[in-house]
């Protein structure tokens, strides 16, 4: 259970991650339709679930950790929008399908290749036709900057691994770069980057 440990990094007055979205939520929002049915993973503190509310969707968000939920709740009250917040362990969580227009998943290097694999499925089960998966995250490379993540290379993300794992969507964007980042005090520097959008076939 990653709850515990995530309760403890959260138990700060600032927020780890800070309050604005990802640089990629904030990219690729626009893909999603208005009033878009969204779940966004392992959510943490609120940032990009709030500002996907912000933006009009309806926002379920799940997290492990109580405190981080505590804290999105706050901040989606202070930005003045409703987002269904729900704290889960990512392994509990049930993947109803064809349950979303989108599935949100930022930064989830928690699991291990076999856990990720089990997920990466759920993200396809809860989708709908059409549905669009929007998924950031590290490559391999980000084990060398030691900027955030954790330090083991088998949970990044190779382009290889994710035209593998969803071979089953339509692959629209695939781009791997490195950027400075300043995202609250959990993710600063020099990072190694990737970014799937992908779409759910309706047929």
């Known amino acids: 259970m990653a709850g515990p440990r995530w309760d403890e990094r959260y138990s700060t007055d600032d927020y780890l991650f800070g309050t604005e979205p990802a640089a990629f939520v904030a990219r690729y929002a626009g893909e999603l339709a208005a009033r878009s049915n969204v779940l966004a993973v392992a959510d943490g503190e609120g940032r990009n679930s709030v500002f996907l509310a912000e933006h009009g969707m309806h926002v379920t968000a799940m997290d492990a950790s109580t405190v981080g939920v505590d804290k999105a709740r706050r901040l989606a009250t202070d930005r003045g929008v409703d987002v269904d917040f729900r ?75 994710l035209r593998d794992a969803f071979a089953e969507l339509r692959i629209d964007v695939l781009r791997s770069y490195d950027t400075e980042i300043v995202e609250g005090s959990g993710h600063v520097g020099m990072s190694a980057l990737i970014d799937l959008v992908a779409t759910k076939p309706i047929d």
């Open 87 to 161: 704290v889960s362990d990512i392994d509990d969580w049930a993947w109803e399908p064809e349950r979303y227009d989108a599935v949100v998943a930022v930064f989830i290097q928690f699991l291990d290749p076999d856990r990720r694999a089990e997920v990466f499925g759920g993200f396809v089960r809860t989708l709908r036709p059409g549905g669009r998966l929007l998924l950031h995250g590290y490559r391999p490379e980000q084990v060398d900057y030691a900027t955030g993540g954790p330090p083991d290379r088998s949970f990044m993300y190779t382009e290889e691994l």
